[in-house]
């Protein structure tokens, strides 16, 4: 039972303050005092309902309940109003006479706190565990070892030679699942290459997923790319790219696109700490805040860019540091511990979806595995780093420790889920080997929406030469026109 | 005979020109011989005397008006653009559709084409072609790639990136640039270059619903200098033809752009002192450019000339060379010629020793047509 007294007091007051605050519009009432909003007030004037309303402990406990039964019982506490309004912020500077008070160490900003959820073993230690159903849970539990399976099949695969390229995710599949369990399948995913169950959770399968690592006439990409540059447009998830952080500006232009077609959905754009040194980062995040694009940016801190650790990379408080510098809003979260990711993703899709700004994530983890199979980490890192945090530190284990707590799991169950999923991808790659690879006038498709000249003549000019030639460039593995 | 005498040469004004020039910097008068636009002949409503960035304008108002995707950004694109290219766009069509980015070309482009992968159709301003090159890779890596990588899946073919380009009389290194080649080298992007403003017009609205990403060079020195009656109903002009502009028997000679200009005046130079008829062809697009056109004209004449200001070595008319000696070794009567600037930065108080003006351009077609076999060997 609201007290309409009360309900109606609060914003009735606040109405009356923020009349007084607009006050503060003459430029010269605004160099004396700091403040043009009226939530800033209300900290000054607290005002808590039950200085007026009820004292009724019935009504305040029914609160509390009923708060209790919706999806989310938390608060982030963000003062949303104006949360999108460009503000330079320079023009509330105060003006000082000592130079000492002008100068910014960056060493007095404290670091952004990190958001976790369950600790190492899987024990909830907040209270913002996401109210997520038992079947969703072991859904993403056996995606994350179906991912975590096929890399570890694959680099093998690649080792004997029978695919010509991998790179895996291993220890980033907390950050794979929490973020995609998030979104919906209508908002836009710009990938980098390190988000393979991002895709495996929209709907792309493990047979999918050979068939590009094969190169096979079944992909989508009709096999021009190397492994790993998957895509789908059915899937809203845009073709993974080589050159790094390119990707980052268009996802603030696709965002862009959807504010104007005022469609209810956001991009997210994924990328490493090593990418965001890139120079396509910089603009794309002054872009996205200065215009306003609902894009989500996603930030995998693993710790490693191929040899260079992080303290090569950037001197900043990480890469969400750099948020605030943008007029951007930032959040640091466990990269391994799913329901933070989760918890992170959903709430800064709701802030980029509701108030059309961009939102930065950074998820803080450990790359386990090599850079890609054309890299060996013993190199430039000790096994033992790798292996300590493998074992203290793994995203599947800290879920699997979370579901054996709720009783949803034990090792007899997982260990099945392991085997079969070994069984599935080997199966899944064999097939894919045996497909036949594309067509080869596929080689001059696409280039353009249809052939100019020049391309058919040199269509016709390598027909010519085949025939020339029929068994020395095994057409037999390609489909036939 | 007077016309050999006189030091200045000031050649007849026909009745019928259809082109309006401003007098130039290294031209005694600016004049144009008489070649009906044939684009828009078939046109009935109203023509209004606009020059070239004032048809830019126009194209622009028509193609925002008509479809609601389209929109326009760039720096300083909002106040009308430092060279009023899109003057009126903000007040007519709003802040979401035409609006200011901050500085950074890489960004620009980069924002463009996830916003042509989107499904909309931005036309992003590149303030100098000379700035274009932060978006190098934007365009060379992602746009021109983003259908083929994908296997059609996804397209950027709604983008369309705008620059002025070319020598300005005053420019220098940084403000003349003629930066074609580098993006005619990239299978997958289109390079569209138009010459008057009744092109400009109809090769933009075409560009911007051509299906893919194209590059669309304005030269800047036609901007003012240029007018024509120029219909102001929506019309395209079909991408990837070139133009005969003037006809004739003796020699090819090929240009685009600001260029083509001069190369009327060097064509009606040798016309004048020599009977020599040229044949000008103006390209239009540049990638991919209409062979087909060069190659009959070539078997018509034997000889060839292309001229451009962008330096000589590894410019285009390097790749238009090769191809016509490869298709049309037999029909050729003389080497074909280069008339570009040279292989240095575009200098400012040289220009009028770099260009290759109409005087260069002239002794180039001389040098064709009495082209003596016997003398080279």
Redesign the interface.
Known sequence: VRGSKTFFFKHVYKEIVKKMFRLLENPFLRSKIVTPNASWALRFFPLRLSHFGSSNKRTKNARKISNKQSKRDWSTNLNEENVSCPVNLEEKSKVVHRLSESIKDPRSIDPIPTYRVIDFKGNVISDELPQMDKSMLLKVFESMITIHTMDNIMIDVQRQGRVSFYMSSLGEEAIHFGSATAFELSD?V?PQYRESGVIFWRGFSIEQMMNQMTSNHL????G??MPM?Y???AMNF??V?S?LS?Q??????????????SKPNC?IVYFGEGASSE??F???M??AA??GAPVLFFCRNNGWAISTPSSEQYRGDGIAGRAAGYGMHAIRVDGNDFFAVHNATKEARRLCVTHKIPVFIEAMTYRVGHHSTSDDYTTYRSKDEVDRFRSVNDPIKRLGGYLRNQGWMDDDTEEFIWKSKRKEVVDCLNRAEETLKPAISELF?????EL???LVEQKDELKKHMSLYPHEYLIENHVKE | MKALLSRRYIPKKSPLSTLFFRSSTFSPTAVKAETPSADTQHLTGKREKLNLVSAINNALHIALESDQTVCAFGEDVTFGGVFRASLGLRNRFGPDRVFNTPLSEQGIVGFAIGLAAAGGKPIAEIQFADYIFPAFDQLVNEAAKFRYRSGNEFDCGGLVVRAPYGAVGHGGLYHSQSPEAYFCHTAGLKVVVPATPIEAKGLLLASIQERNPVVFLEPKWLYRSLSELVPLEPYEIPLGKARIYREGKDATVVGWGAQLHVLDRACSMAKERHGIECELINLRTLLPWDKQTVIESVKKTGRLIISHEAPKTCGFAAEISASIQEACFTYLEAPILRVCGYDTPFPLIFEKFYRPDELKNFEAIKNTVHFDFSTEL
Not at chain 1, 248 to 261: E, F, N, R, T, W
Not at chain 1, 445 to 449: E, F, G, K, R
């Open positions: 836009i710009y992909d989508y990409g009709k021009r790319q540059h895509g789908s447009k845009v073709t790219s050159p390119t980052i500006p268009q996802a603030v232009g696709s965002a862009y696109h959807l504010k104007l077609q991009c120079g396509d910089h603009p794309a002054n872009f200065t215009l498709s696409d280039v353009y929406d100019t000249p020049n």
